[in-house]
């Protein structure tokens, strides 16, 4: 069972509009259909949102660390990515992290997956957190392609990736994306449903527009939107 359908990764920068414009420039991602919230950008079959306002509050015990990306050649990937104004943080055979001009870290792969496929999670327990993901949110486990310490949850078109942090160095860890989120066909059903199992909604559902949304928080503190599927059934 795959759990529930993967919607997105919300970061924020407060000129949205430059931001997607660069990434759109100097990375493989397309702009989508901009909306009065949000600029969107996908890249494979999956969506990052680039927000000019945070939703969520500080995560306490654990982030989302970077956004990961598939790619065919690392070494030509992070020299595009710096002669755009990126910068390099680190770099080994099968991975490099980066950041874009505003800070926002990226993980590059080696893949024969392209687009946006991983979050990654750091934590000072990162296998109870990966866990509590499985047991309410769904998800396969399958095994980490590129650094066999980190364990990994597979949603059908997103892997959510946990590594261990000593909990000395949670404070330093980025603050710049701000949750994810994924698709249900009932908001409120999964509300209660996941209310009666003790999960905590700092944002109860609601209509936003023509959506209905709600905002559940993990053990760390991150923000998790769940999203009502649109008319239908199908992702957009």
């Known amino acids: 069972m795959l759990g529930l359908l993967w919607h997105h990764v919300h970061i924020t920068i407060p000129d949205r509009e430059v931001a997607a414009r660069w990434h759109e420039q100097h990375t493989p991602a397309k702009r989508g259909q901009p909306t009065k919230r949000s600029e969107n950008l996908i890249y494979g079959p999956n969506l990052l949102q680039i927000q000019s306002k945070a939703v969520a509050s500080k995560s306490r015990e654990g982030c989302i660390i970077s956004i990961g990306i598939g790619v065919s050649d690392i070494s030509k990937a992070v020299a595009d990515w710096l002669s755009a104004g990126g910068s390099l943080v680190s770099r080994t055979d099968r991975s490099a992290r980066v950041q874009d001009p505003w800070g926002v870290p990226f993980e590059l792969v080696g893949r024969y997956t392209l687009g946006y496929t991983h979050i990654n999670i750091e934590t000072a327990e990162h296998e109870k957190l990966r866990d509590w993901y499985e047991c309410n949110l769904g998800g396969e486990r399958v095994p980490c392609e590129w650094d066999n310490t980190r364990l990994v949850l597979k949603f059908d078109t997103m892997l959510i990736v946990f590594k261990s ?11 710049s994306i701000d949750h994810i989120g994924w698709y249900t066909d009932d908001v409120d059903t999964l ?46």
């Open 165 to 175: 942090v000593n909990s000395t160095d949670l404070s330093i860890l980025e603050r």
């Open 191 to 236: 509300f209660h449903h996941l209310s009666m199992k003790g999960v905590c909604f700092p944002g109860k559902p609601r209509d936003f527009g023509p959506v209905r949304l709600a905002f559940a928080e993990d053990p760390c503190g991150i923000w998790i939107e769940l999203h009502i599927l649109p008319k239908g059934g199908k992702p957009t």
